[in-house]
């Protein structure tokens, strides 16, 4: 079935420094989906990205969405402490192994620490 | 607050109890998920339903009973469970089942089985 790979898993920055975190998919991708968790939280929903190359921005935090739709990006600009968490990137799954059932797919997360 | 409610937000249980967490969504939403959070395997998929249908069971053990009765509210029901079993156990909801739609997480019952 489709994966999503996520890297890395941990990334510890300085403050002021700036953290990216990637995401790659098996197959192709109708959209991609990005959360944040933060500690002791529940994930919660960023973006969702649906065109080839497509690029959005908030404030701090830059989403790429590449031209084959397999892979994504998400980069922090200048971090601060409030960006600690963990981030996950989500696709939908097409198995048609599973009776053509669908779900959206969890990457296994960057978790984020950063040093003030 | 997303507009999907856990209760409990803590459960603590002997491995012979019997409990049942409960969800609650006030989205309007149509697809409600089970997953499991632990160190090991951050997002577990566990169940999904659509309109009050079971839609996915990821090879869950059936000790792990889910009860969606209609398309608001979603329990897991527990019983005779292993200490590996401890985890953060999330609910969600979507507007639909295909992925095409964000996701929104409760708050999560933090379980631990003793």
């Known amino acids: 079935g489709q994966q999503v790979m996520q890297i890395p898993q941990y990334q510890h920055v300085q403050e002021g420094e700036d953290f990216t975190t990637y995401c790659n998919s098996s197959t192709t991708l109708s959209n991609i989906q990005w959360y944040k968790q933060r500690p002791g939280g529940h994930p919660v929903f960023l973006i969702q990205l649906v065109k080839s190359g497509e690029v959005k921005k908030q404030k701090r935090l830059t989403f790429q969405f590449g031209e084959a739709k397999k892979n994504s990006s998400l980069h922090i600009t200048a971090t601060q402490t409030t960006d600690v968490g963990t981030y996950f990137c989500?696709?939908?799954?097409?198995?048609?192994?599973?009776?053509?059932?669908?779900?959206?797919?969890f990457g296994k997360g960057t978790k984020l620490t950063v040093n003030p | 607050e997303t507009g999907v409610t856990q209760t409990p937000r803590h459960l603590v249980m002997g491995m012979t109890n019997k409990k049942s967490l409960k969800c609650e969504q006030h989205?309007?939403?149509?697809?409600m998920y089970w997953y499991k959070q632990s160190a090991k395997k951050p997002l577990e998929l566990m169940f999904v339903?659509?309109?009050?249908?079971?839609?996915e069971n990821n090879s869950v053990p059936s000790r792990f009973s889910p009860e969606c009765p209609n398309s608001s509210h979603l329990f897991l029901h527990l019983h005779t469970l292993q200490p590996e079993d401890s985890a953060l156990y999330l609910c969600?909801?979507?507007?639909?089942?295909?992925?095409?739609?964000?996701?929104?997480f409760g708050q999560g019952t933090r379980l631990t089985v003793v």
């Open positions: 969600a909801s979507s507007q639909d089942r295909r992925g095409t739609t964000e996701a929104f």
């Open positions: 989500a696709g939908p799954s097409h198995s048609k192994a599973q009776g053509g059932s669908e779900k959206l797919v």
């Open positions: 989205l309007g939403h149509n697809a």
């Open positions: 339903y659509n309109f009050k249908e079971q839609t």
